[in-house]
């Protein structure tokens, strides 16, 4: 009895030490959007340079008063970048495209907006609207759009951002009319 009491103890002071204990820790965003709440799991293990940009960014408070500026129903929503009066915010140096990673660009997923060049991007993301096959890593043809996470709580909040009327400002083509205010983005825990 006292060997079989030993052992368990030694097994789970084993499996405390190498985190094989209880379930994997996740890395969950919520996004506190002027439309409702977004909770956002990331893929740590499949996209570990974007992810922890998007960490660091939501860690410095950088999405407090960003908007969504980009909204296209049945493409996506894109965010974190400009404020409501559509002056880009200032951003760390661009990252890796990680879109190689075998995640897809479906709906309800996340994944870093960039420029033409695939290792451009820096704060913005956009969130999936629907299955967007175009913007998958293809070798040799496409460099894709890197998916990082995805939507586990107010996908309908994306679906009413995804409706609301657009306009162009500023230059810029199909922004909402009304400012979608991303009031705060933080790290919480399951």
Known sequence: MVGKLWCCG????????????GKTE???????TSMGDIVIELDKAAAPVTVKNF???????????????RVIPNFMI???GFTAEMTKKQTHPPIANEASNGLK???????????????SATAQFFINHKNNDSLNYVEGR?????????????????DEIAAVKT?????????????VVIKSAKVVSE
């Open 78 to 80: 894109q965010g974190g």
């Open 55 to 69: 960490l660091t960014y939501t860690e410095e408070g950088f999405y407090g008063g960003t908007i969504f500026h």
């Open 26 to 32: 996740k890395n969950m965003v919520k996004l506190e």
């Open 167 to 179: 306009t162009v400002r500023m230059g810029m083509p199909d922004v909402p009319v009304e400012p």
């Open 105 to 119: 660009n479906d709906r309800g997923t996340i994944s870093m907006a960039r420029t033409s060049n695939p290792n």
């Open 142 to 158: 496409n460099p894709g759009y890197a998916v990082f996470g995805k939507v586990t709580e107010g996908m309908d909040v994306v």
């Open 10 to 21: 030694l097994l789970a002071t084993v499996a405390f030490f190498c985190g094989c204990a």
